[in-house]
């Protein structure tokens, strides 16, 4: 399967990407399995054999330590079965608000050897929201004088939901007095206006009460009601004018509370009562807690710290309404400018728990990611490594980065490192910050052992002690555990193969060198043995050294006297007679 883009169907129904919806997936979805899957899914519901469609095998789940790296756990694997189920609840109105496309990014790491996945899930809206009226009753106030084709603005109703199961209609009921249209005013939102179809008389009917209804697209359907009710006033024959139909403002992030954004401005050709200009909110969703509206100044102040991460802008619209009832609608719109303030975050995700010194260049050491929730150039990343380390930081995908080794490792001369990697935006000024992970060099039998000395002379006096130590050798290896544990052994002498062993012995442990028998000068003056100090590693290392036995001489004979004899022929001969035989 490698990086091929896959589409997987989720046990509850298939989902199918038309090339007109490609372009929506560019970059975040492509070369990457894509499930679909419905909101609101019961904990346990399995969306896909995760282990197929990376092509791992199920039995190597447990010891790959295949997991989910992410700050909310939606999702779980199956180490039994591969599957990847669902763990929590999935509110798609809670994860994506407004937005038709809904994908959660899952990053799936595994080890031995390490990796990371990159999947997606689309969840799909269903419709558990009906749409709502922000208020049960509206009430307008409109003058008898009012001309037959006067439009009369009216709250939107709001839908949670997306697509088909969003708001797509309103229904008026029946009066011989007003229809309704419904006109896009704020960013695709449609909003309803009430048409005036007959002159009004408040002699004969100061009052209608009409119902509107609002409904979605879903199956079935659903729907909710508002009551209008419309008192009937005496003239008023000029409603009030903004000075523009729509504002736009940028606004900094992080302004303190209180902070002036805009002052909008509405007149009144009229007189007295009907000219005095009341401004108020007519959009509240999310504006009333951050925004606040001097309702006879028509100036708007930041209420609450304004953070570019939670929303980039603000759509808003005011009504300015005069003493007489009638109100006209501007539309505002708040770009909010993101500022770096926001320091990047470095994530350990996996890091290797052995790394041995015979590493090869580019062995995968962690796996990190970073974070920064600021935009643009506040939000793009580097990483360093602060210490001269012989490893390298490689980017991967998704602000996913390797520590791979770059260089020979040599566990005797360092065996641990603290290396720090250090995560800096591009923000002005720049924003970083570090993190710090220790790695131990695992050791190889990579150093054979040392003699302390190439060669050893030793003297001993004859007549020694069988069993008497004669001489030690000693060497080195600065390898751990069983690669560094040495034992000595005789591999070669000038001795006769079969005599060795009963003249001399080598302590394996120790490598004290024993006389197994009394050396004699008279027979033996000096030998030399082969001794090897070998480790235990695998394959084992030795080295060898030399030792020469010089063995010295005793008054441990008497002398002898030569005595004339005569020989067959009387000659005389000599004769050897020990000095303490003679009488």
């Known amino acids: 399967m490698g990086n091929r883009a896959k589409l997987r169907s989720s046990t509850w129904r298939r989902q199918v990407l038309f090339p007109f919806l490609l372009p929506l997936f560019s970059g975040a979805l492509s070369e990457q399995i894509l499930y679909s899957i419905p909101e609101e899914m019961a904990r346990g519901s399995v969306v896909g054999n995760l282990a197929e469609d990376l092509g791992l095998h199920v039995q190597d789940l447990l010891t790959r330590n295949l997991r989910i790296s992410a700050e909310k756990q939606y999702f779980t694997i199956d180490k039994e079965t591969g599957n990847l189920l669902v763990s929590d609840r999935i509110d798609r109105e809670s994860l994506c608000s407004q937005n038709p496309l809904c994908v959660l990014p899952l990053e799936i790491v595994a080890e031995n050897p390490l990796n990371v996945f990159h999947i997606n899930v689309m969840i799909d809206d269903i419709n558990d929201n009906p749409p709502h009226f922000p208020q049960n009753n509206i009430v307008l106030q409109i003058n008898e004088f009012v001309i037959p084709g006067t439009q009369f603005g009216l709250e939107s109703a709001i839908d949670a939901d997306v697509g088909p199961n969003s708001l797509q209609s309103y229904q008026l009921s029946y009066s011989e007095h007003f229809s309704l249209i419904v006109k896009d005013k704020t960013e695709g939102k449609n909003a309803p206006e009430l048409v005036l179809e007959k002159s009004l008389d408040r002699e004969q009917q100061s009052s209608h009460l009409l119902v509107l209804t609002a409904m979605d697209g879903g199956d079935p359907v659903r729907t909710s009601t508002t009551q209008i009710r419309i008192k009937v006033t005496d003239a008023n024959d000029n409603p009030p004018v903004f000075s523009q139909n729509v504002y ?192 131990h060099i695992g050791d190889i039998n990579d150093n054979a052992p040392v003699f302390h000395q190439a060669s050893y002379v030793v003297h001993v006096a004859e007549n020694n002690p069988p069993g008497a130590s004669i001489a030690q050798v000693s060497a080195s290896d600065p390898d751990l555990g069983p690669n560094g544990r040495v034992s000595y052994s005789i591999v070669a002498s000038d001795l006769e193969p079969l005599a060795l062993s009963s003249y001399v012995s080598v302590s394996a442990q120790s490598g004290v060198v024993f006389a197994q028998r009394a050396f004699d000068h008279e027979q033996l003056r000096a030998f030399e043995l082969t001794l090897q100090a070998r480790d235990q590693g695998s394959p084992a290392l030795s080295a060898n050294a030399s030792l020469r036995v010089l063995v010295g001489d005793r008054n441990d004979n008497a002398p002898r006297v030569l005595y004339p004899a005569l020989g067959p022929d009387g000659s005389a001969l000599f004769d050897t007679v020990p000095r303490a035989a003679q009488p």
Request: hydrophobic content about 30%; proline content about 5%; glycine content about 6%.
């Open 248 to 439: 736009k403002v940028s606004l900094r992030e992080n302004l303190p509370p209180g902070t002036s954004v805009l002052k909008v401005t509405a007149t009144d050709q009229d007189e007295g009562i009907n000219a005095e200009i009341t401004y108020s909110f007519k959009t509240l969703r999310d504006i009333g807690n951050k925004f606040m509206l001097d309702h006879q100044s028509g100036e708007i102040k930041s209420k609450d710290p304004i953070d570019f991460e939670i929303s980039s802008s603000y759509t808003m619209s005011i009504e300015a309404e005069d003493g007489g009832g009638m109100a006209a609608e501007c539309k505002i719109i708040l770009e909010i400018v993101d500022e770096n303030d926001n320091t990047p975050e470095v994530v350990f995700t996996s890091v290797s728990s052995s790394i041995t010194e015979d590493a090869e260049p580019g062995t995968v050491i962690a796996l990190f990611k970073t974070y920064d929730q600021d935009s643009g150039e506040n939000g793009e990343v580097t990483c360093l490594i602060e210490e001269k380390v012989p490893f390298r930081i490689v980017p991967s995908s998704n602000n996913y980065y390797k520590l791979v080794t770059d260089g020979a490792l040599d566990r005797e001369q360092t065996p641990e490192y603290n290396v720090t990697i250090t995560a800096t935006d591009r923000g002005k000024p720049p924003l970083s910050s570090s993190r710090s992970v220790t790695l």
